[in-house]
């Protein structure tokens, strides 16, 4: 059974940080991204990472965020310092196994989703 599971969402202040992870089990994904959907807002790329490690961003986390892959654990991460209140929002992880080209930002080329995680930052 195919699954992504997130985890290492909570609590913050501004200016603090967080790691997401995302565990994949079932297949082994060539595309992995994180979005986020903050409330009363569509949900938005965050970052994509390709099977031959190419990264993207979105503007708004350049500098701040980076997703990596342990290939060994199956797991996608997103490192995130100097977290702002506007980083506020539940965080998905997205997975494909597709080897297809391009940065990846929009959701509908993504298979398989996590439920989500809740990332909160103080001001």
């Known amino acids: 059974q195919v699954q992504l599971v997130e985890s290492g969402g909570g609590l913050v202040q501004a200016g603090g940080s967080l790691r997401l992870s995302c565990v994949a089990s079932?297949?082994?994904?060539?595309?992995y991204a994180w979005f986020r959907q903050a409330p009363g807002k569509e949900r938005e790329f965050v970052a994509a990472?390709?099977?031959?490690?190419?990264?993207y961003y979105v503007d708004s986390v350049k500098g701040r965020f980076t997703i990596s892959r342990d290939n060994a654990k199956n797991t996608v991460y997103l490192q995130m310092n100097g977290l702002k209140p506007e980083d506020t929002a539940v965080y998905y992880c997205?997975?494909?196994?597709?080897?297809?080209?391009?940065?990846?930002?929009?959701?509908?080329?993504?298979?398989?989703w996590g439920q989500g995680t809740q990332v909160t930052v103080s001001s």
């Open positions: 997205a997975a494909d196994l597709g080897r297809w080209v391009g940065a990846g930002t929009d959701e509908k080329k993504y298979t398989y």
């Open positions: 079932g297949r082994t994904f060539s595309r």
């Open positions: 990472l390709t099977w031959n490690g190419r990264t």
